[in-house]
Structure formats: C-alpha cells, structure tokens
C-alpha cells in the first residue's frame, strides 16, 4: 500500500501548432518553385510601383520598365516578405549590374 506518485499526474500542455506552420513554410516554397516569376509581382506589390534608387514613379503603362533587383545578387533568394528585392527601374538596375557585379541577362527579364 503506497501513495508514492499520487496527485503527481502532471497535465502537458498542448504543443504549439507547429505542424500548421510547417505545412505553411512547405507552401510557399512550393509555389515560388512552381512561379518563378511571381517574385516580380509581389515585389512591386510590396515596394511599390517606384524606384528604389532614383524615386521614379511608374505607372501600370510603364511597370515593364521596372525591374527586380536582387540585393544579394541571389535571383533563387526569394523571401516571401520581399527582404531581398529592390525595385529598380531599367537604367538604375544596368548601372547597379554595369559596375561588374554579377551578370544582368541572368537574372532580370
Ligand atoms: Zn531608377
Ligand atoms: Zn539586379
């Protein structure tokens, strides 16, 4: 007759949803694989239809002007919060390439 251990159940919280987040994570990847070029959109969703480097303004006329620089030079690096694009326009984005940085017919169409 013993009592060792009673009253000790000890009650685990739940874990965090960390599955729905991961099922996330996998989501994005997956659909910036599947569009490659939907960085573009989301960037000038995110910063906007301006250049970053000389202030001009686009319109949707003249967005094809507008082009996605990638600040580490990685075109794969695509973070969803747009952490690693700049929005330039044509001229400022073959300066920033034309000082030999990285090759500008490799990333931007
Ligand atoms: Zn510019
Ligand atoms: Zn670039």
Known sequence: MRFRGHGHRRLRPPPPDSKASVDAL???IRRARLA???????SL???G???AKCGR??????????TVHHKDGNHSNNPPDGSNW???CVYCHEDEHGRGLTGFDSEEK
């Open 45 to 47: 969703k995110i910063h």
């Open 49 to 51: 239809l301006v250049c």
């Open 36 to 42: 490659p070029d939907n960085y573009r959109e989301r």
């Open 26 to 28: 996998i989501d994005e």
């Open 86 to 88: 700049e929005n330039l």
């Open 57 to 66: 303004d686009f319109s949707h006329h003249d967005r094809r002007l507008l």
